[in-house]
């Protein structure tokens, strides 16, 4: 049985961490040779290909976080990061998550949302025509993919909405699409516009935007918690957590630090498997106002034993098939360390890490504060910039942290010191 809990990880080699994970997730020997390649796994030809006047590349820190256990199983978790602490933090926040059992998460279905604006009709008689064409539309919109009908997938549903804005109301559609393991934008833009021909005959009137919604309020994944009370650091501790939950929930300037520590755990992980991680920090900020006050998406209790439970719910549009998840090779790696067999799976393991995260950050600076460790791996990113040789940076890093002095200036007065 595979156990994600790996002693003293961040103390070993380089050498010792791949062969820990390839054993682990039975990567190949040209897999970790991927790994091991500093230009990021990806070539300036293949970049050129993918976005428009590429002149280079531009890597960033792929880490692996441990402990996790989700669900029963247990997971190495690739995190993509340019930030100090992260991976760290989301590797305590999952050991202690552990001793009660680890993180329980549901996924619901993988239903994208697309929408069709329609202008100069009449609505409510638009309405009940659409209504009546139902079906000749989800049979247009499904004759756009070779694939989603074959297993049981699809547009679903059409829905229609109305809504006001200074050029006057305006007639909403939506189709509702089951997209499988496909984060689906590409399948639901191409449906929106191959049913608003049909749209625009049925109301008379035009057919504007045609695009899907990155709302993704039908794809929420809910990750819970218990993390034992003494492991925490004992009842005060728990108390205190709460109330830093309770500042955030209640104050917008705090809630978003709050969130933005989220997704610091789940946009990681999002990057590392070559997600959208713009349209899923969108809907995770619009899903924290969805109360009409933008909150903490994260919520802190405790039980009837004192122990402490988060939960965490988020709209996550993922994807297992199709994107840059398919084209780049780090990417596919990434997502053969996780193991995972559906867009849902991974939506869970991004909500368990980003709940994770915000539990080591809350514990953090409801204790000791936020920068007592933070500043020492952030000093290591000074000593580098400092030009401090890798056998010199451990020495510097100390000697900074003795003398209360964690700046680039210092930094470069013990380079030249040594």
């Known amino acids: ?4 809990s790996i002693s003293k990880f961040f103390e070993k080699s380089r050498k010792e961490r791949l062969e820990i994970v390839k054993t682990f997730s039975n990567l190949s020997d040209e897999e970790i040779k991927l790994l091991e390649n500093t230009d990021g796994g990806i070539s300036f030809e293949k970049a050129d290909k993918m976005v428009e006047n590429a002149i280079g590349t531009f890597s960033l820190p792929l880490g692996i976080a441990t402990n996790f256990k989700i669900n029963g199983k247990d997971y190495v978790i690739p995190m993509v990061i340019e930030e100090p602490s992260v991976i760290a933090a989301a590797s305590k ?29 009449d609505i409510s008689a638009s309405i009940e025509n659409i209504k009546k ?7 247009i919109a499904n004759s756009k993919s070779n694939t989603l009908p074959k297993l049981g997938k699809g547009a679903k549903e059409v829905t229609c909405k109305e809504i006001d804005t200074p050029a006057g109301k305006m007639l909403i559609v939506e189709l509702l699409i089951d997209v499988g393991d496909a984060m689906g934008a590409n399948i639901t833009n191409t449906m929106c516009e191959a049913v608003s021909p049909l749209l625009e005959k049925i109301t008379g009137g035009k057919a504007l935007l045609r695009i899907l919604s990155n709302y993704s309020t039908r794809r929420i994944a809910t990750a819970k918690a218990v993390f034992q009370k003494e492991a925490v650091g004992g009842e005060d501790v728990v108390d205190n957590i709460i109330l830093a939950y309770q500042f955030a929930d209640n104050d917008v300037f705090r809630a978003v630090t709050h969130n933005k520590g989220i ?8 990057n590392a498997t070559g997600q959208d991680s ?27 034993n004192g122990n402490l439970v988060g939960s965490l719910e988020l709209p996550l549009s993922v994807g297992i098939v199709g994107g840059i998840a398919n084209v ?17 799976e991974l939506a869970s393991i991004m909500t368990a890490t980003g709940l994770a995260q915000n539990y080591s950050a809350i514990r953090a600076l409801s204790t000791e504060g936020i920068q007592k460790g933070h500043m020492r791996l952030h000093a290591r990113n000074l000593a580098a910039a400092a030009g401090a040789k890798n056998e010199q940076i451990d020495k510097i890093v100390q000697k900074m942290i003795e003398e209360n002095n964690i700046s680039l200036d210092k930094a470069k007065e013990l380079v030249k010191k040594i």
């Not at 049985?1 to 994600?4: E, I, L, N, Q, V």
């Not at 997704?263 to 999002?270: E, L, R, W």
């Open 93 to 121: 926040g999952a050991k202690i998550a552990r001793v009660l059992g680890g993180f329980e998460v549901d996924a619901g279905e993988s239903y994208s949302v697309g929408q069709i604006q329609m202008l100069n009709v």
């Open 278 to 304: 713009r349209a899923i920090e969108a809907a995770a900020n619009a899903y924290a106002a969805r109360s009409g006050q933008y909150r903490s998406l994260s919520k802190w209790s405790k039980d009837e």
């Open 1 to 4: 049985m595979k156990d994600s």
């Open 328 to 344: 780049h090779p780090i990417a596919k790696v990434c997502n053969k360390i996780l193991g995972v067999s559906s867009a849902q």
């Open 133 to 139: 064409s139902s079906n000749e539309i989800l049979e």
């Open 263 to 270: 997704m610091n755990g789940t946009i990681a992980v999002a």
